[in-house]
């Protein structure tokens, strides 16, 4: 078995996990913030068989869509001085994820 940790935007989630769910594929979601945009962002946790993770990403494919995004204009303050840095564009990409090996599933 394997764990598919996902991070996908907050737009896509919603379609992609209810996507998921009809293609009867288990979901846990996990309110996220990337740590350089420092806005919002899902996180899934989905434990599939291995015959299944070509499944999955081809579901994860259909939903999630690459953006441009500017960074926030957030003032950085120094002491006795404030700096508003310049917004730059960065590519967001449809989805990040990192596949596990999973030793034991346990359900009770
Ligand atoms: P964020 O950390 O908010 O990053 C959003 C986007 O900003 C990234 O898109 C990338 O295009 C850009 N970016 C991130 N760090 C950068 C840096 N140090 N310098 C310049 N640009 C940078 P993605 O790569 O598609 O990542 C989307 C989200 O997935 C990330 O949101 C983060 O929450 C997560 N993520 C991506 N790679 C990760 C990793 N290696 N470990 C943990 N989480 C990761």
Redesign the pocket.
């Given at each position: 078995m394997k764990l598919i940790v996902c991070?996908v935007?907050d737009q896509d989630s919603h379609v992609l996990i209810d996507d998921l769910t009809e293609s009867n594929f288990r979901v846990t979601t996990l309110a996220?913030?990337?740590?350089?945009?420092?806005?919002g962002?899902t996180t899934l946790l989905i434990g599939v068989e291995e015959e299944d993770v070509d499944r999955v990403f081809e579901i994860i494919e259909k939903n999630c869509k690459?953006r441009e995004?500017s960074?926030p204009l957030i003032p950085v303050n120094i002491p006795g001085e404030t700096y508003i840095p310049q917004p730059?564009d960065?590519?967001?990409?449809?989805?990040?994820i990192?596949m596990l090996d999973v030793e034991d599933h346990i359900r009770m």
């Open positions: 991070i935007q996220s913030t990337g740590g350089f945009l420092k806005s962002n690459t995004v960074t730059i960065v590519k967001v990409g449809g989805a990040t990192f």
